[in-house]
């Protein structure tokens, strides 16, 4: 092999995997290399040539980083669905994601007549501070017209180092001139956890995405509940539904808060390090509480995680649909100038040693969502016993006579659910229904 070869094959691996040309020679220089180990010549050979043809005789010019980098691309993008490269944007974006922090003004948009349209300014942010409200069509950042401009392009301008300046144009409905609105960026923390209590005693918390401080987010909420309750709750249903994963620590300590003991998740690989097993402190949140998680087929990664988990320990009932069926790990690989490698290193396994890699988490208790109707032709005014004229009399209780329901409910709206919620989530009326149940045996069996 000539020395020109030689050396044309060693930066052709330098860029394809940041492999410097010292450690290339040296590699060629070890005669014991296991087989395994020792470099693809003929197939660096054909690589450099394809390279060559391309920069040489290509119709267009091409710049050698496209090139290289769309090499990487699909090296990567053959090996499984959840492997590839990230340029710097996506980088970014995927650090902003698992964080839930980034340098913004704390608006949700959407887009609507080629202008960007607020959906709603997130509480004590600079958006929400300087009063600008849900409808407001944003129709200039600075001296940049949004019209037609792409939605993520309108988001990233908007994005930005905290304590820099941004001028919003805004029209807004009522008013006859557009307003002008200058907002100093700062650090947005997306929250992904929400609650609600259904009713007394039963709470409701969603985790739209495991991000680095969503355990801490679910710890806070719980509280909020609790002070809403004016005490512990009796039972909790946690929705994991269409939520497509993250951070698996995030999904770790999730898990960890409503068990005592005992293993949470195994994850299994060939590097270094990627054979850990991850197992629950003591101190249950709802300390033994019932609790009901609804997944369905959105339910991906992490999610599967704490499902598995909680599963496994007999701690919740999982109610819904099979989940995604994705058990495997992928590790971020900062490669040191703004891009990374996103390479599945792991597979994990539930305490009990399952992989759920494209099986998925079987729920317990199998629940499509479908919509109720109300039968509005049904006769509330139907007869009883009690309506006929010289019925007997109950003999062991004379106020059964006059007994009626305090609250009845209203034609679509049953009693103790959250509004109509029969009709508009069924999944989650049953869990509370089941939760309610639960409560009830654990009652009797304490009692």
Same mark, same amino acid.
């Given at each position: 092999?000539?020395?020109?070869?030689?050396?044309?094959?060693?930066?052709?691996?330098?860029?394809?995997?940041?492999?410097?040309?010292?450690?290339?020679?040296?590699?060629?220089?070890?005669?014991? !290399?296991?087989?395994?180990?020792?470099?693809?010549?003929?197939?660096?050979?054909?690589?450099?040539?394809?390279?060559?043809?391309?920069?040489?005789? *290509?119709?267009?010019?091409?710049?050698?980083?496209?090139?290289?980098?769309?090499?990487?691309?699909?090296?990567?993008?053959?090996?499984?669905?959840?492997?590839?490269?990230?340029?710097?944007?996506?980088?970014?974006?995927?650090?902003?994601?698992?964080?839930?922090?980034?340098?913004?003004?704390?608006?949700?948009?959407?887009?609507?007549?080629?202008?960007?349209?607020?959906?709603?300014?997130?509480?004590?942010?600079?958006?929400?501070?300087?009063?600008?409200?849900?409808?407001?069509?944003?129709?200039?950042?600075?001296?940049?017209?949004?019209?037609?401009?792409?939605?993520?392009?309108?988001?990233?301008?908007?994005?930005? %180092?905290?304590?820099?300046?941004?001028?919003? !144009?805004?029209?807004?409905?009522?008013?006859?001139?557009?307003?002008?609105?200058?907002?100093?960026?700062?650090?947005?923390?997306?929250?992904?956890?929400?609650?609600?209590?259904?009713?007394?005693?039963?709470?409701?918390?969603?985790?739209?995405?495991?991000?680095? %401080? !969503?355990?801490?987010?679910?710890?806070?909420?719980?509280?909020?509940?609790?002070?809403?309750?004016?005490?512990?709750?009796?039972?909790?249903?946690?929705?994991?539904?269409?939520?497509?994963?993250?951070?698996?620590?995030?999904?770790?300590?999730?898990?960890?808060?409503?068990?005592?003991?005992?293993?949470?998740?195994?994850? %299994?690989?060939?590097?270094?390090?990627?054979?850990?097993?991850?197992?629950?402190?003591?101190?249950?949140?709802?300390?033994?509480?019932?609790?009901?998680?609804?997944?369905?087929?959105?339910?991906?990664?992490?999610?599967?995680?704490?499902?598995?988990?909680?599963?496994?320990?007999?701690?919740?009932?999982?109610?819904?649909?099979?989940?995604?069926?994705?058990?495997?790990?992928?590790?971020?690989?900062?490669?040191?100038?703004?891009?990374?490698?996103?390479? !599945?290193?792991?597979?994990? *396994?539930?305490?009990?040693?399952?992989?759920?890699?494209?099986?998925?988490?079987?729920?317990?208790?199998?629940? %499509?969502?479908?919509?109720?109707?109300?039968?509005?032709?049904?006769?509330?005014?139907?007869?009883?016993?009690?309506?006929?004229?010289?019925?007997?009399?109950?003999?062991?209780?004379?106020?059964?006579?006059?007994?009626?329901?305090?609250?009845?409910?209203?034609?679509?709206?049953?009693?103790?659910?959250?509004?109509?919620?029969?009709?508009?989530?069924?999944?989650? *009326?049953?869990?509370?229904?089941?939760?309610?149940?639960?409560?009830?045996?654990?009652?009797?069996?304490?009692?």
């Amino acid at each position: 092999m000539s020395a020109a070869t030689r050396h044309a094959l060693a930066l052709a691996l330098s860029f394809v995997a940041g492999i410097s040309l010292t450690a290339v020679h040296a590699v060629w220089a070890e005669k014991e !290399t296991p087989p395994e180990n020792k470099l693809p010549l003929d197939e660096l050979r054909t690589f450099t040539g394809v390279l060559d043809a391309v920069k040489q005789d *290509y119709v267009e010019p091409v710049k050698d980083k496209d090139l290289l980098e769309n090499a990487i691309r699909g090296m990567l993008s053959n090996l499984d669905p959840h492997s590839a490269f990230l340029d710097a944007e996506a980088f970014q974006d995927l650090q902003v994601g698992t964080s839930g922090e980034f340098g913004g003004l704390g608006i949700e948009v959407g887009q609507e007549d080629g202008f960007i349209k607020v959906i709603a300014p997130i509480d004590d942010t600079p958006a929400q501070r300087a009063g600008i409200r849900a409808g407001d069509l944003i129709i200039r950042l600075d001296d940049t017209s949004v019209k037609g401009m792409a939605l993520p392009d309108a988001i990233q301008r908007m994005r930005g %180092k905290p304590n820099t300046p941004i001028t919003l !144009t805004i029209v807004r409905e009522g008013v006859r001139k557009p307003l002008k609105v200058k907002l100093i960026r700062e650090v947005i923390q997306v929250r992904s956890v929400k609650s609600r209590l259904l009713e007394p005693g039963f709470g409701y918390m969603r985790i739209t995405q495991f991000q680095a %401080k !969503t355990a801490q987010n679910l710890q806070q909420e719980l509280q909020t509940l609790e002070q809403q309750n004016k005490a512990p709750l009796k039972g909790l249903v946690l929705d994991l539904r269409n939520n497509p994963g993250g951070v698996l620590n995030g999904a770790v300590d999730v898990a960890d808060d409503f068990l005592e003991d005992g293993a949470i998740v195994q994850t %299994k690989g060939r590097g270094t390090g990627s054979d850990q097993s991850f197992k629950a402190t003591p101190g249950d949140l709802l300390k033994a509480a019932p609790m009901v998680v609804l997944v369905n087929g959105g339910s991906a990664s992490a999610s599967e995680i704490v499902a598995g988990a909680l599963q496994d320990h007999h701690r919740a009932l999982i109610l819904g649909e099979r989940t995604f069926g994705k058990g495997s790990v992928q590790t971020i690989l900062p490669l040191g100038n703004g891009t990374a490698v996103k390479l !599945t290193t792991a597979r994990y *396994y539930t305490p009990s040693g399952r992989s759920i890699q494209a099986a998925g988490i079987e729920p317990d208790i199998k629940l %499509k969502p479908f919509k109720v109707a109300t039968d509005d032709g049904a006769n509330p005014d139907i007869i009883k016993e009690s309506d006929l004229s010289g019925h007997l009399r109950n003999d062991h209780n004379d106020k059964i006579e006059d007994a009626q329901p305090d609250n009845p409910p209203e034609p679509g709206k049953p009693s103790g659910a959250d509004g109509d919620l029969v009709q508009n989530d069924y999944q989650l *009326y049953e869990a509370l229904n089941f939760l309610k149940g639960m409560t009830l045996l654990q009652n009797r069996k304490s009692g």
